[in-house]
């Protein structure tokens, strides 16, 4: 069974609130990776906001978070935050997206993402934004 994982959506300040809750919950970031760091695709100013970050909760469990890039707008209270499913294949994943999916708008359809998972990004038919996450076994 998938795994689900709170993700925090920020305008610019999310790194300021990771370590507020790296703080708060006594962890270390598990994972931080910037714009900058993946692709030349993104604006000049946001090379240094976060793409994503992760900390561990204990029992399986992670909170995940980002800046929203410019050309997602603005996000308002209430709406900054997705839920993210981590997959246990790319069959999962697919279900998942497609069953999710149904009456809703995807996003960004089910493929391989620059940090080399199997991802997609949708957003349900009552409007709930759905990140769908499968990470390949590591090599080696």
């Given at each position: 069974m998938a795994a689900v994982?709170?993700?925090?959506?920020?305008?610019?300040?999310?790194?300021?609130?990771?370590?507020?809750?790296?703080?708060?919950f006594g962890v270390p970031f598990e994972v931080l990776t910037r714009f900058g760091e993946m692709d030349n695709t993104?604006?000049?100013?946001?090379?240094?906001?976060?793409?994503?970050?992760?900390?561990?909760?204990?029992?399986?469990?992670?909170l995940f978070g980002s800046d929203r890039p410019a050309h997602f707008g603005p996000g308002t209270a209430g709406d900054l935050f997705n839920i993210a499913i981590a997959a246990e294949n790319e069959a999962e994943a697919d279900?998942?997206?497609?069953?999710?999916?149904?009456?809703?708008?995807?996003?960004?359809?089910?493929?391989?993402a620059p940090w080399g998972a199997y991802f997609g990004m949708l957003n349900d038919k009552f409007g709930i934004s759905w990140l769908i996450n499968y990470e390949y076994p590591k090599q080696g």
């Open positions: 994982n709170p993700y925090l959506n920020f305008n610019g300040n999310c790194e300021e609130a990771f370590n507020f809750y790296k703080d708060a993104c604006a000049e100013g946001e090379k240094d906001k976060i793409m994503h970050v992760s900390i561990p909760l204990g029992h399986g469990s992670y279900k998942l997206f497609t069953n999710l999916s149904a009456g809703g708008q995807p996003i960004m359809p089910m493929g391989k």
